[in-house]
Every structure is written in C-alpha cells, then in structure tokens.
C-alpha cells in the first residue's frame, strides 16, 4: 500500500507512512481497538503503520482524535490537507483486497472523509 501511494501520488515513503499511519490513528481513536484488531488481523502490516516512524511522528500521531488531527499531520509531513481525498481511494482499496467488509470500510470512509 506504502508503494501504491508512493507511485500513485508521487510522495515519500515517510509521507506515505506517516499520512496513512494518522488516518489508521483517527480510526483507532474513533473505532476502538476492537475494530483495529479486526482492521489488523485482516490487512499484515497495519500495525506497523501506527507504530511506525520516528519520535517526532509519534507524537503526531498519538492525539489525532478528529480529521483536523489528520489534517495536521498531514501538513507537518509536507502535505496538503487535501490530499487525504488522495490518500482514502488507494488505503481503503488495498484493505477491501485485504477482505475487510463493506460496513467497516463504510465507516473508515465516512471517519476519513472532511466535512466541507
């Protein structure tokens, strides 16, 4: 998923990481860790992701409560904001091929969606 986004996007595999670990990060806040695990348990590598990354991203990545905190993170990485719109087709494809249900991918798309 990290070289999808990477090609696809044209960002770096830290943006790639770091942008798709704060979204994982709202989920988990958002869903709870039941439903991470099951994200987890589906898609290898997923756990990585949060736990992945420097100090600094760490810090990043542990208060994201909302899109604002993806929103921010994204733009501490060198981002826009906007390219979570970007981001979301390419993470939620990979974890649909990764077999996670239509419901939970209902509901990471509309947590990762920004309110206009």
Do not use: H, Y
């Not at 939970?104 to 969606?113: A, E, F, I």
Request: net charge neutral.
């Amino acid at each position: 998923m990290v070289g999808q986004l990477q090609s696809q996007l044209g960002v770096t595999q830290s943006q790639a990481v770091g942008g798709t670990g704060a979204m994982l990060q709202l989920a988990k806040n958002q869903l709870g860790t039941d439903t991470m695990s099951t994200l987890s348990g589906k898609a290898s590598g997923l756990s990585s992701l949060l736990g992945g990354g420097s100090g600094a991203s760490q810090g990043l990545l542990s208060n994201i409560s909302s899109i604002s905190g993806v929103q921010s993170a994204f733009s501490a990485l060198g981002m826009d904001p906007a390219m979570i719109q970007q981001f979301l087709p390419i993470v939620l494809g990979f974890l649909g091929e990764q077999g996670v249900g239509s419901s939970l991918l209902g509901q990471l798309q509309s947590l990762w969606t920004p309110a206009k």
